[in-house]
Each structure stands twice: as structure tokens, then as C-alpha cells.
């Protein structure tokens, strides 16, 4: 089974004034904190060794999620003094990693995506047939992205466009070469794997949400009662 991370590691600016005194992956929404709401799936998926990098605020963090044994998983974090973005914050916390590919999860988004979908892609990225799978959400004015396209499970660099879910697989025989300790996005890593034609990916048509403001908060309170985002199905 492979091991997941979760990229918990950003100050959550633009969610101010909700992160001045709590760190943006435990803004409660949608019945419990953000974070939460990715440990259950991914257990659900039968993940039980989870890597999670902190830093705003990362005791805080530490401390409401313990080791992971209430969750039914094991919890290793990577703290990392100043944030190195998504590719420094991977890179660092590699070392943590049990297994050949990664599932890669960013706490600030909410979707109703099943995550077995990653555990089953996660052994094609592992045995070597890409080096990456993606999903992908429609472009809207709610995913404004618009990164790449899909032709037959791969994407492409093609038409239409469609936005990144921050939902992914990645080989860790890539992520080995990268350094530790820097601060670098992953972005540039994903097009050089897209130009080769070695990332797979696939279409969610499901409900997902990039949670960045005191607003989204709000929307996915309003959508969703607490009654129904327990367990395995939530989000």
C-alpha cells in the first residue's frame, strides 16, 4: 500500500482572518477540520502511513492530530522551519516515504473524489509506466487553472484546458533527485513529465472545491451538514 502526504505546510493568507490564530488545514468546514476530512478518505482507501509537512503553525497541528492512531493510520511529519512550497515541502519529507509512488494530497481542498482511484494508479506509477497520474477537474471561475488537457489518459498540453485538483500520484524514483531543503514548486517538474508523455490522468466531474477563502468556508457549511460527511464517504 503506498504511503500518502498531505501538503499542510501554507500560511493560508488569503483565508485571513480565519488563519491569524489557527493554521488553514484545521479551518473547520464542512463538519470538521480540512485536514481531517483527508485522513478519513485516504484510510478509507486502506493508506495507513501518512506524511504530513507542517510549518505555520505546525505544533498546533501536531497536537490536534496526534500520531494518527485515532484515525486508524500512522502520522510522520515533516516540519519545515520557512514553507519550501510543494516541491521543497515533497522533497524534504521523501525520506519518509515507504513505498515507490506517492499520493499527494493538498489539506486546502474539498472534493467527493474517491481516493481508492489513487491507491490503483499508485501501482501503475510504481511499476514504471509513467512517472505521474493527475487529476483533473473542469475549468470554471471557481478552478480557473486551466494547466493541461487529456487525450486518451494522458495529458497533454492540448485543448480543452482543464485545472489541476491537487490530487495526484508521483513516482518517488523522480523525487529522489530533487533537493532537500530548498524551496521549489512542483509545477515544472509536471510539464516536463507531461512534454514526455509520462503522465497519465483522468477527468473528476464530482463536486471539488479549492478552499482558500473565508467565503469557500462558508459555501461548503452551507452545502454540507455535518450528518453527512462522516465516515469513509466524506471528503
Keep these: 500500500m503506498p504511503t500518502a502526504m498531505i501538503l499542510a505546510a501554507g500560511r493560508g ?10 493554521p488553514k488545514p484545521l479551518i473547520r468546514a464542512a463538519g470538521r477540520p480540512l485536514i481531517e476530512h483527508h485522513l478519513v478518505k485516504l484510510v478509507a482507501a486502506g493508506i495507513r502511513h501518512v506524511v504530513i509537512n507542517v510549518s505555520y ?9 496526534g500520531d494518527g492512531a485515532r484515525f486508524g493510520c500512522e502520522i510522520a511529519y ?6 519550501l512550497e510543494s516541491g521543497g515541502g ?6 519518509l516515504f515507504r513505498s515507490e509512488a506517492v499520493l499527494l494530497v493538498s489539506a486546502d481542498i474539498w472534493s467527493d473524489f474517491d481516493y481508492r ?28 487553472g486551466g494547466e493541461f488537457s487529456l487525450a486518451d489518459g494522458r495529458v497533454t498540453e492540448g485543448e480543452p484546458r482543464h485545472t489541476l485538483a491537487n490530487l495526484s500520484v508521483l513516482a518517488c524514483r523522480e523525487i529522489a533527485a530533487w533537493p532537500r531543503g530548498a524551496a521549489f514548486r512542483l509545477y515544472p517538474d509536471y510539464r516536463r513529465w507531461v512534454a514526455a508523455g509520462r503522465a497519465s490522468g483522468e477527468l473528476h466531474l464530482g463536486e471539488w472545491i479549492n478552499v482558500t477563502t473565508p467565503h469557500d468556508v462558508e459555501t461548503l457549511n452551507l ?3 455535518p450528518a453527512l460527511v462522516r465516515g469513509g464517504g466524506d471528503a
Design 13 to 22: 493568507e488569503r483565508m485571513r482572518p480565519l488563519t491569524e490564530q489557527t
Design 57 to 65: 503553525r505546525a505544533e498546533q497541528i501536531i497536537a490536534a492530530l
Design 223 to 225: 452545502r454540507h451538514s
Design 78 to 83: 515533516s516540519v519545515e522551519p520557512a514553507p
Design 90 to 95: 515533497v522533497a524534504t519529507a521523501s525520506p
Design 117 to 144: 482511484r489513487l491507491v490503483a494508479r499508485a501501482r501503475v506509477v510504481a511499476e514504471g509506466a509513467v512517472d505521474a497520474h493527475f487529476v483533473l477537474v473542469p475549468r470554471s471561475a471557481e478552478a480557473p
